[in-house]
């Protein structure tokens, strides 16, 4: 009877995990804008944007060049990799376009339509989070905590929650390898080799996986002729394609040099830079600079037991050694900066070295050591604040654009009085200290009229009457009732071309929120909505 309700809490604490990842992305969502905030679209490649992309609702990062995932986002969108629009959309182009295969699953799960594609782009990284919780109970099923700590420490490792939080390659292209490896096991070396290759199209340092294959002579591999056969099976889908990518967009010039250099020359300069980071770093709570301190700590710990404890008979071992090897090699542009891409670029090491570190009572505390990193995954999955997540706008595309000046409309908090965004669930919300305002901004040469909603709510046991204004003209007044049960709507607002200012005022100062809130606030403005109905 113990050990059955031992099993039982060990399911509920793997379904309490996945539940916990599940509640952290969703978090993420914007109404009217999808998940694409993991996408990281910097608003200061708007210029250069895929058209497709710039009539698609989705969240830009404001003063931001981005991050990688906005390329092979718009690739999904639109993946005819000759047209001259890419080409001027995509940094480096011929480099990224290697990585095609996320893009076209992307692509067909989106039916063809840009912003589907666009979506099902953010979104592949947790449906693959999923399935490779399923699969990793293959190898760590939950009969004892230990491997309830491997399973664990595999999904919330900061290089995967990296993939995740910024919608990157490496989290697909580790189930892949789960997968190709679970496949050996079995006894299915062809279709190993075949996920292998198929994974290479997703990265193509995913074709290291090819030392995992068991090396000609042994028993069960048999002579050359079959393991050339599968070690061609894993090379030629990658090497093909970047030879046709060659023929046909050119050469991809210097991109991806600085990924490498000598031995160790990466890696000793980060330590450096994590060094000095921890001696100037004076604050008694996690900072970036200790929790990318834990991370490398992390790493080195499955490179040593790695380099220590040789395996070479052992595909896991094989697997791992070949990403350990690549870290030797790995140069400043994947180590530097916090987070750096090292921990996702060596996913399938830590993957291995939670599979080989033997079980037993010692043994667990270089598991815990070399799992570390994991501390700052919380920091990574936290939610930014930002003003985007503020406010829905919808309407059709017509309205929200400029199509001739490759505006849209928008919506954005007035500079005084607003504290930070807060978020819960699906609801959003700004507190207010006095006087705010909400701009509307129409690009268009016409007026549109629009709907507008919004909630305001009271703190604690605070009483007092609120109104808004729309270009100085009243539009909305009453008493506030206590917690979030106060809903405006304003129907039939009509947005001029250019800016539309509402105002909003309440009968009384500031007080304190209460509750161990120092704030000082009014009422807070809860899920402000724009729908556009019609040109004037």
Known sequence: MIGVCAQAMRWLACLACAALFIWSVARYYIPGRGFTYLIEFGDLNRAVSLPELKAAEH???????????????QIAMHPRLGDAALQRAVDKLPYRARRILFEWTAWALGGGDPERAMNAYALQNVACWLLLAVLLFRWFPP??????LRWAAVLFSFGLIFSVRRALLEGPCLLMTAA?????ESGRPWAGALVMGLGGLGKETNALGALALEPPGSARAGGWRPWLGRLALVLLPIGAWMLCLRLWLGRAGDAGLGNFAGPFVGLSDKLVDVASGLVSDRAGFPTDAKLDALVLAGLLVQFLFLAARVRWRDAWWRLGAAYALMLVFLGDAVWRDYPSAAARVLLPMTMAFNVLVPRGRWWTLLLIA???????????????????????????KELLRNELEGTRVDISYGPRNWWAPERYGPDYWRWCRGDCTIVIHNPQPFSIRADVTFGLALSGDDQRSATVTIGGAPAWSGKLKHAADNWASLPGVVLRPGDTVLLFQSDRPATSAGGGDSRQVTYSVRDFKVVLRDRM
Do not use: R
């Open 59 to 73: 969240v830009e990062m404001p003063k931001s060049d981005g991050y990688d995932a906005q390329w092979y986002a």
């Open 180 to 184: 190709a490896m679970a496949l050996l």
């Open 143 to 148: 009969s004892s905590w230990g491997n309830f």
């Open 370 to 396: 070399g799992n570390v990193g994991v501390v700052g995954s919380a920091n990574l999955l936290k939610v930014p604040e930002s003003e985007s997540q503020c406010y829905t706008l919808a309407g059709p």
